[in-house]
């Protein structure tokens, strides 16, 4: 069993930035991906940005955050970030991150990301 846990959300103005973490915890488990979704008011489930675990860490952005947003991987942490700069009133929403381990796919609960205009 997997655990995951968001952190780093909150209310910001247009324009700002914020950095978003998700921890991964339990028993021993090797990660091949991590990744990061939001679902707005209304909205379905967006992909954002994936990275694998490899020491390359190969990155996939959704085309509508490639260029603001930036992830990043520790694979010693077991952790996954996400730094959003430029951010805009329409990318609130409910912020998940998941993982792709031996184990299977987990998600966390999701960081709430509400931008003001």
């Known amino acids: 069993q997997v655990q995951l846990v968001e952190s780093g959300g909150g209310l910001v103005q247009a324009g700002g930035s914020l950095r978003l973490s998700c921890a991964a915890s339990?028993?021993?488990?090797?990660?091949?991906?991590m990744a990061w979704y939001r679902q707005g008011p209304e909205k379905q489930r967006e992909f954002l940005a994936s990275?694998?675990?490899?020491?390359?860490?190969?990155?996939n952005y959704a085309d509508s955050v490639k260029g603001r947003f930036t992830i990043s991987i520790d694979n010693a942490k077991k952790s996954v970030y996400l730094q959003m700069n430029s951010l805009k009133p329409e990318d609130t929403a409910v912020y998940s991150c998941?993982?792709?381990?031996?184990?299977?796919?987990?998600w966390g609960q999701g960081t709430q990301v509400t931008v003001s205009s």
């Open positions: 990275i694998t675990s490899s020491s390359y860490g190969r990155t």
């Open positions: 339990g028993s021993a488990f090797t990660i091949n991906a």
């Open positions: 998941k993982i792709v381990c031996d184990y299977g796919t987990y």
